[in-house]
């Protein structure tokens, strides 16, 4: 499963804090009290965070979508997937007919829009419907890779993904929820789940560890207390997704 932005973002964040409070109290311990060890974590922490930024970057790829395109994108394809229908894939068609290099005059177009990548096996079934020497076009959001190897292996299966299109797609009737204010609640919604308990238990072993070596533990202390009573209770009485609203 291809990981997110966020995810990415999330772990640059605990590279970063992890960093500057380990060198942090370290360097008051054996330099002591001053700039020197403010200085001395802040640049390891940058450093560690750029080699990890390089790295993510690498492995995430270079994004064809970039702002507002891409926040469209993510709209259409929320609702496309979720909520398709004939007149979607009418449109889809009318749109990539005036564009014969994606989609050739006597290719069939198959809409597959899906939650989950469309599989190989999805495709096969709509291919054996077609007719001989006929080419079959099918849009999707995402692909797994059987579904990629078996456009290589024929000749008459050519897969074109929503993001290669969405530029033709700019005027498709996409009624845009109105944006809701985030709130703390919605912080806790998002944060208080058992998957995230691991990452808060890493906050507050590390604040705990590192209360040992500076002159003012208490705040630290306080801190790793509260992320570790957190990432418990996530852990073991997590909130259903059906109760979050």
């Known amino acids: 499963m291809k990981r997110t932005l966020i995810s990415y973002i999330s772990d640059g964040i605990t590279v970063a804090l992890g960093v500057f409070i380990i060198s942090f109290a370290l360097s008051n311990f054996y330099l002591g009290k001053g700039f020197y060890g ?4 802040t640049l390891l922490s940058l450093s560690f965070t750029l080699i990890y930024a390089k790295s993510a970057k690498r492995r995430r790829g270079k994004e064809i979508l970039k702002g507002k395109d891409k926040e469209f994108y993510n709209d259409l394809r929320e ?15 009318e749109k990539l007919s005036s564009h014969p290099e994606i989609l050739p005059p006597d290719s069939k177009l198959e809409c597959i829009f899906l939650p989950d990548p469309v599989s190989a096996n999805e495709i096969l079934v709509r291919l054996r419907k077609l007719p001989e020497n006929s080419l079959l076009t099918v849009v999707g ?3 797994t890779s059987s579904a990629l190897e078996l456009q290589n292996k024929t000749k008459v299966v050519k897969i074109v993904t929503l993001e290669q299109i969405v530029h033709l797609l ?14 703390l609640r919605s912080l806790f ?19 705990l560890v590192m209360s040992n070596f500076v002159f003012y533990p208490v705040w630290y202390i306080i801190s790793g207390c509260l992320f570790s009573v957190y990432s418990i209770t996530a852990l073991f009485f997590p909130k259903s997704d059906a109760s979050i609203v």
Do not use: H, Q
């Open 79 to 93: 609702k496309l997937c979720f909520s398709s229908s004939v007149k979607d894939c009418n449109f889809v068609e």
């Open 189 to 207: 919604n998002i944060t208080y789940k058992r998957k995230k308990a691991k990452i808060f238990a890493l906050y507050g072993g590390i604040l």
């Open 141 to 143: 959001a995402n692909f």
């Open 170 to 183: 700019k005027d498709y009737p996409l009624e845009k929820p109105k944006n809701k204010k985030k709130s």
């Open 38 to 41: 403010i200085i001395i974590s």
